[in-house]
């Protein structure tokens, strides 16, 4: 994963379809499920990214909004916040741990 990667959208592509040749995380996880990530920093930082994951899909099941439409608004958040993707993305897993509380 990339982890000069700095935007949602950014990283949605990376997830969905693949940057810079390299193939997406969807299609690494589906051919090789957690063995590509086999290094603990790996392991770690797909874990710190995978909320985002979870919550556009959450966005779009409750919300009944597109993919698109969900990483346009977690994008526009990180913006008007001034926040990097790590911060974002710790915000969102605190918004995740108080759903299923």
């Known amino acids: ?7 949602v959208d950014r990283f949605w592509e990376e997830w969905t379809v693949g940057i810079n040749g390299s193939p997406s995380i969807e299609a690494l996880n589906a051919t ?27 966005m779009v099941r409750t919300r009944h909004i597109s993919h698109q439409e969900a990483v346009d608004e977690l994008e526009k958040r990180r913006r008007e916040e001034n926040i990097s993707l790590s ?6 897993k605190e918004e995740e741990t108080k759903r299923t509380e």
């Open 1 to 7: 994963m990339d982890r000069a990667t700095q935007s």
């Open 32 to 58: 090789f499920r957690a063995s590509w990530r086999s290094e603990v920093a790996e392991r770690k930082f797909y874990s710190q990214r995978l909320v985002l994951v979870r919550t556009i899909q959450y």
């Open 87 to 92: 911060r974002l993305c710790r915000l969102l």
